[in-house]
């Protein structure tokens, strides 16, 4: 565990809802990256946040939002959620200009 | 370009024995190369990295290989304990830095490697 925080530990979401979760970075750490890892592959890049805003995306729709607040926390928000949404979220968070990302334990998302 | 490419998708040893995984990558613009180990139920756990102007690195009973030319790098865990049976994956980012500060770039993983060691 390398301090960064996650809730909820588990969703269970109906098909057309919407979804926020939330991270809190170790601290010290002022850069948040979020994963989506399908069951059996590797974790997929979502998004980095730094300095409250949106730095690099990775190939998902933009049902897929998030947001970072002055104290380095973050939200991902899904909307319109689809059973291919279901998955375990991952947030990742790293110091100012390190290299090493340490990931929370994640938030098992499942759509039915 | 963006892959890395993990192999092989799962491996079994034995207690005592060395565990071998390989990745390989196109995009040249990757400068950083971690490993993960990651346990069910958990996020993944960062064991090593190294950076390109080495060729190996070495933690514990861990090694990193790495082989700029061929952009292929590989996780060496000696004697191998079934403490370690867990799912591995490599990982590769290229360095960004945005105006007004550093951002570095994003995690490309493998897709991973189930350990299994048996006592």
């Known amino acids: 565990d390398a301090g960064v925080t996650q809730s909820p530990t588990h969703l269970i979401k109906t098909r057309g809802q919407q979804v926020t979760l939330r991270c809190s970075p170790k601290s010290g750490h002022d850069t948040v990256s979020w994963y989506q890892q399908a069951l059996g592959q590797g974790p997929q890049f979502i998004f980095q946040y730094y300095e409250e805003e949106e730095r690099q995306r990775g190939n998902f729709p933009d049902r897929f939002s998030g947001h970072q607040f002055p104290n380095y926390s973050s939200e991902l928000n899904v909307n319109a959620l689809l059973l291919g949404d279901s998955a375990l979220y991952l947030c990742?968070?790293?110091?100012?200009?390190?290299?090493?990302?340490?990931f929370g334990s994640g938030t098992r998302l499942t759509v039915v | 370009q963006q892959q890395v490419k993990q192999s092989p998708q799962s491996l079994i040893v034995q207690k005592g024995g060395i565990s071998i995984i390989n990745c390989a990558y196109e995009?040249?613009?990757?400068?950083?190369f971690p490993w993960y180990q990651q346990f069910p139920g958990k996020g993944p756990a960062l064991l090593i990295a190294?950076?390109?102007?080495?060729s190996e690195k070495k933690e514990g009973r861990f090694t990193i290989s790495f082989n700029k030319s061929a952009k292929q790098f590989s996780l060496h865990i000696m004697d191998s304990q079934p403490g370690d049976s867990a799912t591995y994956f490599c990982a590769a980012s290229p360095y960004r830095a945005s105006a007004g500060g550093t951002s570095y770039g994003k995690l490309t993983f493998g897709q991973g490697t189930i350990l299994t060691v048996h006592p």
């Open positions: 995009n040249t613009a990757f400068d950083y």
């Open positions: 190294i950076r390109p102007d080495v």
């Open positions: 990742a968070s790293s110091r100012p200009q390190g290299r090493e990302k340490g």
